[in-house]
């Protein structure tokens, strides 16, 4: 798979973890459904996606922004989220 495939895949698995977050109805490290902040994400990273697969790349702004925004309402229990996040940024061409 080349560089545009891994990035495409790292995206893929963020969004799935996503929609499971949602599905689990996970909550936020203070306690409150995380709910809004899920769809917020979700939606992000479809325009990120399609944005990244046409131009070859990531905006790494957004994403440095997307991870911070994320570390600050994830329960410490899941940070799955933040670990797909992570992988967009080691799939960057």
């Given at each position: ?11 893929d ?36 996606r ?44």
């Amino acid at each position: 798979m080349g560089k545009l495939g891994d990035l495409e895949s790292a995206f893929d698995t963020a969004l799935r973890h996503v929609q499971r977050s949602i599905s689990s109805g996970m909550k936020t490290s203070g306690g409150s459904s995380a709910q809004s902040q899920l769809e917020t994400l979700e939606r992000e990273l479809r325009q990120a996606r399609a944005k990244a697969l046409e131009l070859g790349m990531v905006d790494r702004e957004w994403l440095q922004k997307t991870v911070r925004w994320v570390a600050e309402w994830v329960p410490d229990a899941d940070l799955t989220l933040v670990a797909a996040l992570g992988r967009i940024v080691r799939a960057v061409p």
